[in-house]
């Protein structure tokens, strides 16, 4: 254990009345002292402190209750921000967030085919420009990166498209920037980001989110905390079997949920389509089959060709296998899927739930929520950017 000194008290206690008016503001000094067991007088020094510093502000009186009304203290969003990387699309995306998970500033550096050391001086690019362009203080930098990322460690071990093998990411940038760095697998920030800062907060549910993009994989948050696996690999359920003697997938082995349910294999049959079926709609939504993208199939599919309405329902009941599994693992949970197959509505939540139904204890499966994520495709960023918060708030819930 660590020896309690003075310094490391202050900061404690520093963090520890920042986080309760954080959470629920506005709120008087000798509310702060009730809820954190600490007295008014360090209360008040505390307070004083982090208003010299901006981070909190007085906004007015609290209703009388008789005797003198208190002041009432909230935390200033803007006081901070915190710098959230997105490096697991077909750009580098990257943005400035204050402490309420906002957005604001935003970045966006298109790869051109960059990989290896090239790939990864743009993300030094991306992140010079997002610091240069503020004057206000940055909590840390939070990134959700593709493949295995070893978060204890602050590792990219592996992730393929960029060709990046074993990138000590976190003490590259802590070098540079001078600043906390966390880092994690896009899939786990997204669950983190729908924990934080999604609409719908049912925090005493366990939660999966499903990203389903160009791969698939699964973040999980258990009892607030995120799910890493030991050091990596929770939730990397893209490359398990689901299909007998399936199609062989870029990994080596056949039948991967990827082959079926990723945007790369719901476009690849689409095209597939397009090409045996001259009269298919698809042929309206794109010029050749070869330039079909995700926006046609949506198009296609609500314009309701049935062929592309099976190839939805499959990846549904694909993505429902899956499911099932994590619903064996977890419980009962909150189960969301994000990702630009938002565009197929409740018929595709209709084929995931209907095969978790199936293949798992009906009371276990009832219970468990199927939806999609609140937060659209800035879900990384802000997940990225909610890696960095309670740590640096001194708390693994904020
Ligand atoms: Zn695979």
Known sequence: MQKVTPERARVHNTQLVFRTIYREGPISRAAIARATLLTRPTVSDVVAGLIEQGMVEEVGLAPSSGGRRAILLRAVADSR??????????????????????????????????????????????????????HVPLLGIGVGAPGLVDAENGILQQSVNLSWRHIPLRSLLQKRYDLPVYLANDCQVAALAEYTFGDDRERNKNLVVINVRWGIGAGIVVDGQLLHGNPVGAGEIGHVTVVDGGERCACGNYGCLETIASTRAIIRRAQEIARSDPSSPLHQFAADPESITMEAVCQAFNAGNEAVRQVVNEAGRMLGISAASLVGVLGRCRLLIAGNVRCFGQFLLDAVRDE???????????????????????????????????????????
């Not at 790869?111 to 001086?121: E, T």
Request: proline share 2%; net charge negative.
């Open 81 to 134: 921000y915190l710098v959230g990387v997105d490096l697991a699309r077909e750009e580098f995306c990257g943005a400035l967030i204050n402490l309420r998970g906002e957005i604001k500033e935003r970045l966006t550096l298109p790869l051109d085919g960059r990989d290896g050391d090239a790939a990864l001086a743009l993300v030094f690019d991306l992140i010079d420009r997002l610091v240069d362009s503020t």
């Open 356 to 398: 978790m139904l199936q293949r798992t204890l009906l009371s276990l499966a009832r219970d468990t929520e199927v939806g999609f994520t609140s937060l659209g495709s800035d879900i990384v960023l802000l997940g990225a950017s909610a890696l960095v918060l309670p740590h640096e708030l001194g708390d693994s819930q904020l």
